[in-house]
């Protein structure tokens, strides 16, 4: 099936905040390990520091995710709030290259980070706007696959002048500006087709008082989930398993560090989870028109908790190259089956309130993972003991995916 103009241009917006994702995963924790390092801070400090940070930027936007997805349900205020919390996040990229001190970087990424999450709960529920029912599957793997593949054309040119800065003749300070610059333009340039077609199809009419009534409408669909236990059940499941992944996506450069693996060789293995997570988010694509959905993602989250056991004894090269082979395997289908199956479960008209709740139970989630990752670390003074509590995430979400996944048949 070919992708209508609309899609494409929804896909772009994957392929634009891709590029900052890929720098939280990759550049910018080895350059807070850099700051850090020049402030004395410990290696062990740094990996729990940085995964606090993660939280906090998590539980801002899962503290307002909610209504500002209620509110954007309202007709024709969608696109302006994606808008605004895009540009956030652009300029807060952008901003990472002026700080010096380690505590004022943290804040900066803090505020883009938010931005971008944000962002996001308007994207995904657009994705009721931009396509049908029997489509979604494929667009959003489609979305998570090209926002692969894509990320890597600035993460490239960021890499020349962050790995060979001496040779160009400027200062890894100046490289770093290089890269965060590049990354956000890409990320502004790509978005502006989906801001200049996209049009809001399912709303609710405009009240006199939009912020206030939103509110309303908020309380009213979270007591609808819990009387609806399928939706319920798989916001949990999601809860669980995603805070999984997002944890992995979140630390995995700052674990690698902290076990005094190769920036290098950590950079360039997360180049190739990216590659290869390209062709494998459209094999998944494909494979959802012969296989069942939940049945898809129950093979994400059990391979996702082989991945997680692998990691805690990780203290090789090699093994951190594994390990990021095999988390491009199930990455992207993982993220966009979970969307599309979602977006599939509830009303189009409330997808904005139903996506600001899932983006609670997503990334909004993650604080735990990040933040158990970062507790234990310090209280073990190891690196690799935080990582097997994530091998428990997946477990409970399997355990509750599949009951979920029994009532939605």
């Known amino acids: 099936m070919k992708l209508t103009k609309l899609e494409k241009y929804w896909i772009l917006y994957d392929v634009g905040n891709s590029a900052f994702i890929m720098l939280v995963s990759t550049i910018i924790p080895i350059y807070f390990n850099y700051l850090a390092g020049n402030a004395g801070i410990s290696e062990v400090d740094y990996l729990a520091y940085w995964g606090y940070a993660a ?27 994606f808008v605004i919390s895009m540009m956030v996040g652009v300029i807060g990229c952008a901003a990472l290259s002026v700080p010096t001190s380690w505590i004022v970087f943290l804040a900066v990424f803090v505020i883009a980070k938010v931005g971008y999450n944000a962002s996001l709960i308007f994207y995904d529920s657009m994705l009721v706007d931009v396509t049908t029912g029997e489509r979604m599957d494929m667009v959003s793997s489609h979305g998570y696959a090209w926002g692969y593949i894509g990320s890597c054309i600035p993460f ?16 890894m300070k100046m490289a770093m500006a290089i890269a965060f610059f590049i990354n956000a333009a890409w990320w502004l340039l790509v978005t502006i087709p989906l801001l200049r077609k996209y049009e809001q199809n399912y709303y609710a009419e405009m009240p006199k008082h939009p912020v206030r009534d939103s509110f309303k409408r908020l309380g009213h669909t979270l007591s609808s989930i819990k009387k609806e236990k399928n939706i319920f059940l798989y916001l949990l499941a999601f809860f669980f ?20 693996l190769d920036s290098t060789g950590l950079l360039l293995a ?31 989250i059990l391979a996702y908790f082989g991945i997680a056991v692998f990691a805690i004894q990780l203290d090789k090269q090699w093994e951190f190259w594994l390990l990021a082979v095999l988390v491009g395997m199930f990455q992207g289908a993982i993220q966009a089956l979970s969307r599309s199956y979602f977006a599939k479960i509830i009303p189009a008209e409330k997808s904005g309130e139903y996506f600001g709740i899932y983006d609670i139970c997503g990334k909004g989630a993650s604080f735990m993972g990040t933040t158990l990752v970062g507790i234990v670390a310090q209280v073990t ?3 690799n003991a935080g990582v097997g509590i994530i091998a428990v995430l997946f477990m409970v979400g399997f355990v509750l995916f599949h009951k979920a996944a029994k009532l939605n048949r």
Request: aromatic share 10%; net charge positive; proline share 3%.
């Open 156 to 171: 490239v040119i960021s890499l020349v002048f962050v790995l060979m800065y001496e040779k160009i003749g400027i200062t």
């Open 55 to 81: 939280s906090v930027a998590t539980v801002i936007v899962a503290l307002i995710g909610p209504i500002l997805g209620s509110v954007a349900d309202t007709k024709n205020y969608r696109k302006p709030l």
């Open 381 to 383: 003074n190891v690196a």
């Open 241 to 260: 398993f995603i805070d999984g992944v997002y944890t992995i996506i979140e630390m995995a450069t700052a674990y690698g560090s902290a076990l005094g």
């Open 270 to 300: 997360l180049l190739v989870t990216q590659i290869v997570a390209f062709p494998c988010a459209l094999i998944f694509s494909k494979l959802s028109k012969k296989y069942a959905t939940d049945f898809l993602i129950k093979i994400c």
